[in-house]
């Protein structure tokens, strides 16, 4: 990937004496498509709107491609954004939509013409020209929108949870379709979402973010393997969060039995926590696992049977191909290479650290 | 039964009190004393004294709606922009001084407007020129603009709130400046409110024939202080009635305005 | 910086133009002087004469009834037509709501001579029931256009599932439906008691000889010149409605600031 695009610097932004985003650092590369992941209220959307000029930040700076453009009107940047709940003109025509930001460049007729017809090609809407909005589908709203922001050939298209509003197999249509999108326009998307599925999906980076602090910046795979604290383990797809102590290089102690692992440096005796993905926990005989537990819960799933083991006086989330019926006393084993160590967040705000690697 | 059976007490009283009321106009408006069909009364608008009438009416209350317009557009702007709408706060402030008698309130302004009034002393005091505009055509329009602004304010104040702040976001996202996003984006998206208002407006001040007897002294006639003075004073029904189906038809062709920018009712006073 | 003063000072003018004659009435209803062009002193004088003025103690009641009556006429009446408006397939419910704007849009003078003509025919005699009549027929429409809103924002199937949980639908209604709408039934009310206090020119066609309220006794004493003891009920009726709004409208608000500021304060601690 090349240089950076987008640079947020010490960005800070509150609200009504409440702070939504504290000193925080990012920066977007030319082509990437990166993903602000994180609950609502995480400041993901605000700093989406920082870099579209709606919001001013309180301190920090926002560089565009070399220049500063923090305080530059939204107009004047060469960003487009595409609008949660679509924000089309609900008194203009498909075409007017469209054509509204070439109309304000003083494009001529035929180019407009030309780029509206291949915008509507490009989102398959064609022969929507004349149609209002109402009378459009919510997927459909949400294709004109996105219409309307590329014809302006933007090198960034923000994006704001624009699947937010559409049903389940409409959004994972549109997830595809976005991706298609963005490899044919070859341009930078930014992408805002509480939905860690469509983040794992589309993005090439995800930067997981909860109140107000980056949490982890990395790969999908990075972010689903490897994550850095419990909020992110947590947040992102399901997991067990077991309290546990390293007891030296390559070997924790969970729920008081030892198990191998791979991590090494962070120290003797710490404690730590240790996230296990449920379809990393391996069910044995009993005496074949680490430790031993009972079947509590059984659900299935269609690909896998999704059960609850009570194992020393935690309930495990484990999900399996093989089916143990409630109350069959099983053994738990995991392999050291799923075992992901976190360092335990010594109070309530070291939860939320910031990190940009 | 249907819920529907619960609207029938008020449809009957519509059409005991609101439809056939209004038949009973065209039914006297259309015919003579004797009953005989005639458009004498109807035709009698072209009389110098009754289209002298009619013209002022449509003058003064034609100010009126453009000066309400031009007043209450940028108010409704304010309004809307510092949030100030929050709750019914401000629909309270405009509904307010109809507590304060309608009569008394418009009344106040002759004591407002007098040589040796109020304004008149603030303006000499600030060596300004006297204000003398009582019992003239110019203290009508003063009095319509008072009484009507509310009607212009309010029905434009709520369609400005329900314009979605993110399409003003995209149309500046999309490269419009402030002014342009104003007369692309909000100014077209508030012509129900406008339309509304407009009407609002117009037609109360094109009718009355209170604030004319009240701040223009007893030489202005306009349309509504005529046939105010057939039923009340000349006793000539039928002629009255005609005239009055003159000024249904103007009334008509603004309701017809209402419902062509206005179809879902979005610019109401709520 | 600049424009928010400038926005400020309009704001302030607006209000200024619009409370300027309210001013001015409170002013003179504590006028010694009994011309409105002369400042005489201060007095007290008109709110003792008022109460003792039996004509316009006798206005201020058919005013104060009549509005009350026909506001909670209209409210009945038109609570009931926005239920069944609102039950209707399109085409019915379009022609309902064009009826009931054309008193709303329709001119007052063409809705009083209107109502004259079929007194007039019917050979009713005018009076206290014409005038109320008349108040109801023009107060509907603000209940329904009060109503009609929240019977929209109101969710269907919380009626439904109150029957579906074996309520009857009188109980539905009164204990489901009702305090959904109760704002829009309540705000209806008071919009129609205003219109109806706040009315001249349908009363002015419709009430006959025998029978004044407060605006048309006004609208026959302008030519005599008006008692000032009009301006000290007018003064007094204004004050009241005043200050029971304030409180309904405002104390909830500075309570919610209040509570917001302390919740505000605690949490930076």
């Known amino acids: ?357 | 039964m249907s819920k529907k059976w619960f609207a029938a007490p008020y449809l009957l009283w519509s059409v005991g009190f609101i439809i056939i009321p209004l038949l009973m106009i065209f039914f006297y408006g259309l015919t003579d004393r004797s009953g005989a069909f005639t458009l004498e009364n109807v035709v009698a608008i072209l009389s110098p004294e009754h289209s002298k009438a009619l013209v002022l009416s449509l003058l003064l209350s034609l100010a009126s709606t453009v000066i309400c317009l031009l007043l209450a557009y940028p108010l409704a702007m304010i309004l809307n922009k510092h949030h100030l709408g929050r709750g019914s706060f401000i629909v309270f402030l405009f509904i307010l001084p109809m507590w304060m008698n309608f009569l008394l309130r418009t009344l106040a302004w002759q004591t407002l407007l007098e040589k040796t009034g109020v304004i008149n002393s603030v303006l000499s005091a600030l060596h300004l020129p006297a204000l003398d505009i009582i019992n003239t055509p110019y203290a009508i329009v003063l009095g319509m603009v008072y009484n009507f602004l509310p009607f212009m304010v309010l029905p434009i104040y709520n369609v400005l709130v329900k314009i979605d702040e993110n399409v003003i976001n995209a149309a500046r996202d999309l490269g419009a400046n402030g002014v342009q996003t104003f007369f692309k984006i909000i100014l077209p998206l508030s012509i129900p409110g406008v339309v509304s208002g407009i009407t609002m407006v117009f037609v109360p001040a094109m009718t009355t024939f209170v604030i004319s007897t009240l701040l223009g002294g007893s030489k202005i006639l306009l349309i509504g202080n005529v046939i105010e003075q057939e039923f009340t004073q000349g006793n000539n029904w039928n002629l009255g009635s005609g005239l009055s189906l003159v000024l249904m038809v103007f009334i008509l062709v603004s309701m017809a305005f209402v419902m062509k920018y206005d179809r879902e009712g979005e610019g109401g006073m709520f | 910086m600049v424009k928010r003063g400038v926005e400020r000072l309009y704001l302030v003018l607006i209000f200024i133009f619009l409370y300027a004659p309210i001013a001015t009435l409170v002013v003179l209803s504590f006028n010694a002087s009994r011309s409105r062009a002369k400042w005489g002193g201060f007095t007290l004088e008109w709110y003792t004469e008022m109460f003792q003025n039996s004509s316009i103690m006798q206005a201020l009641y058919n005013t104060l009834l009549i509005a009350f009556l026909s506001a909670a006429i209209a409210t009945v009446l038109g609570t009931l037509g926005a239920m069944g408006i609102s039950a209707m397939g399109f085409r019915m419910r379009s022609l309902c709501m064009s009826v009931t704007n054309i008193p709303m849009l329709n001119a007052d003078i063409v809705t009083g001579i209107s109502m004259m003509l079929l007194f007039i025919a019917m050979g009713f005699r005018f009076g206290f029931q014409s005038v109320l009549i008349a108040h109801i027929t023009f107060n509907i429409p603000y209940v329904i256009l009060s109503v009609m809103p929240k019977l929209k924002q109101t969710d269907k199937s919380t009626y439904e599932a109150a029957l579906d949980l074996g309520a009857s639908p009188v109980y539905a209604f009164f204990r489901v439906v009702l305090p959904d709408i109760l704002p829009g039934i309540l705000s209806g009310f008071l919009l129609s008691f205003t219109m109806s206090l706040d009315d001249f020119i349908i009363t002015h066609f419709t009430k006959g000889p025998g029978l004044d309220t407060l605006s048309t006794k006004i609208y026959t004493e302008v030519r005599k010149g008006i008692k000032p003891e009009m301006y000290a009920l007018s003064t007094l009726l204004f004050a009241t409605v005043l200050i029971l709004l304030l409180l309904i409208n405002v104390t909830p608000e500075l309570r919610k600031r209040a509570a917001l500021k302390h919740a505000q304060a605690a949490a930076r601690r």
Not at chain 1, 2 to 17: A, C, E, M, N, R
Not at chain 1, 70 to 94: D, G, S
Not at chain 1, 175 to 185: A, D, F, G, S, V
Not at chain 1, 194 to 202: G, P
Request: glycine share 8%; aromatic share 8%; net charge negative.
């Open chain 1, 1 to 357: 990937m090349s240089h950076k695009l987008i640079d947020l610097s010490h960005i800070s932004k509150s609200f009504d004496g409440e702070m939504v985003l504290d000193d925080l650092n990012l920066y977007i590369r030319e082509n990437e498509f990166l993903t602000l992941l994180g609950p609502s209220g995480c400041g993901k959307t605000t700093t989406l709107r920082i870099m579209g000029g709606f919001e001013k930040p309180d301190q920090g700076k926002v560089i565009f491609d070399g220049q500063d453009i923090t305080n530059l009107a939204p107009n004047k940047r060469q960003l487009n954004t595409v609008f949660q709940k679509y924000a089309l003109f609900t008194h203009m025509t498909i075409a007017e939509n469209i054509a509204f930001g070439l109309k304000i460049k003083n494009k001529s007729k035929e180019y407009i013409q030309d780029k509206i017809k291949y915008s509507l090609k490009l989102v398959n809407l064609e022969g929507y020209e004349n149609r209002m909005p109402d009378s459009l589908s919510g997927g459909q709203q949400q294709r004109i929108a996105i219409a309307r922001a590329i014809v302006n050939e933007p090198k960034v298209l923000l994006l704001d949870e624009p699947l937010g509003a559409l049903d389940l197999k409409l959004r994972q249509d549109m997830q595809y379709e976005l991706i298609r999108l963005k490899n044919e326009l070859g341009i930078t998307f930014v992408y805002v979402t509480h939905d860690q599925e469509e983040a794992l999906t589309m993005s090439d980076t995800i930067v997981v973010m909860n109140q107000g602090y980056i949490q982890q910046v990395g790969t999908p795979e990075n972010i689903y393997n490897e994550p850095e604290n419990a909020f992110v383990a947590d947040f992102i797809g399901e997991s067990n969060i077991l309290p546990s102590t390293m007891i030296h290089d390559k070997l924790v102690e969970i729920l008081g039995a030892r198990f191998e692992c791979v991590d090494v440096g962070f120290g003797e005796n710490k404690p730590v926590d240790v996230v296990v993905r449920p379809e990393d926990v391996v069910l044995t005989a009993p005496e074949e696992g680490t430790i031993e537990g009972v079947v509590t819960g059984l659900i299935f799933k269609g690909v896998h049977y999704e059960m609850d083991v009570m194992a020393r006086g935690y309930e495990w989330l484990v999900h399996s191909t093989h089916m143990f019926p409630v109350g069959t006393k099983v053994g738990i084993r995991v392999d050291p290479f799923d075992i992901q160590i976190m360092n335990k967040p010594e109070s309530e705000d070291e939860e939320a650290v910031t990190s940009n690697e």
